[in-house]
């Protein structure tokens, strides 16, 4: 059986990063332990690893390079990693938002995980579930 794709949004893998609690914690550890397999791809974890780079995270948060650089290699050699091959424009409000949805068509993804309201208004989107932190948690049984 075809283990379970998710593209996970940036907000979740930082909330995930930043609070030892919570539903974006608890998706970041069952990714690691392959719970279900992340789909990102280039864009989406430059996106990611330049949010945990700026001065409001950062130092607000005390990251240190050691949990970025943990989080990479995670991003890059633990995931379904796409090359930005789609274009979508489906979500016109926030067009950035865009690279999630063409991501998880390109991977093939069963469910986009987001805190961001663009994303969650769609609900859905050519058979891929748009669900937030808590939702995706309850669709693994956790």
Do not use: W
Not at 12 to 22: A, D, F, N, T
Not at 31 to 49: D, G, P, T, W
Not at 72 to 83: I, Q
């Amino acid at each position: 059986m075809r283990k379970l794709r998710a593209v996970v949004d940036t907000n979740v893998i930082v909330s995930g990063i930043i609070s030892p609690k919570g539903a974006p914690r608890k998706i970041l550890d069952l990714a690691r332990r392959e719970i279900f397999k992340v789909v990102s791809s280039i864009a989406i974890n430059h996106e990611i690893l330049n949010v945990l780079h700026r001065d409001s995270i950062y130092i607000k948060y005390n990251l240190t390079e050691d949990i970025i650089d943990d989080l990479s290699a995670f991003l890059y050699e633990g995931t379904a990693l796409m090359e930005d091959q789609y274009a979508v424009s489906k979500v016109r409000k926030d067009p950035e938002d865009n690279k999630f949805i063409a991501c998880a068509l390109e991977g093939e993804a069963d469910y986009i995980v987001s805190g961001d309201d663009h994303l969650l208004g769609l609900k859905h989107y050519r058979g891929i579930q748009i669900v937030d932190a808590p939702g995706f948690l309850k669709v693994l049984g956790k």
